[in-house]
């Protein structure tokens, strides 16, 4: 029987000796309308090299080019969260809505709508 290390190994030389696409996602000019499919993946590029600060939490992994935030919660407002999105899941028909799907949505309206980047700031303003 194999130990956990050999499958380890076996898995990296199996990764080691797939092909590397070097293809990257193609840009658009359109500002996003409407909320995408939850599961459909961002339209991003890589940060250039140097541009991420020191201490960041931020994460790039090597396979997809994507980052990983992560974000801590008092105990209360993570259990009003995990509500609010079983409620979310309700409505849509949806088996569940992660965190990290209503991070991105949230994100992306941030991006592309004025009156919410408004709010945000004043958000801000009174919050931090």
């Known amino acids: 029987m194999s130990t956990a290390r050999e499958k380890m190994a076996a898995k990296a030389a199996r990764v080691a000796q797939r092909p590397q696409s070097d293809a990257a996602p193609v840009p658009t000019d359109e500002p996003t309308q409407g909320v995408p499919e939850p599961h459909s993946p961002p339209q ?8 991420r600060r020191q201490g960041s939490s931020a994460k790039v992994t090597e396979q997809s080019g994507m980052v990983r935030t ?4 008092a105990p209360a407002m993570h259990r009003e969260l995990r509500a609010l999105l079983a409620d979310v899941a309700a409505d849509l028909g949806r088996t569940r809505v992660t965190a990290s799907d209503a991070h991105r949505v949230l994100v992306r309206r941030l991006l592309n709508d004025p009156s ?13």
């Open 116 to 128: 919410a980047r408004e709010q945000f700031v004043a958000d801000c303003r009174e919050q931090l």
């Open 44 to 51: 991003t590029s890589p940060a250039p090299a140097g541009a």
């Open 70 to 73: 992560t974000v801590d919660l």
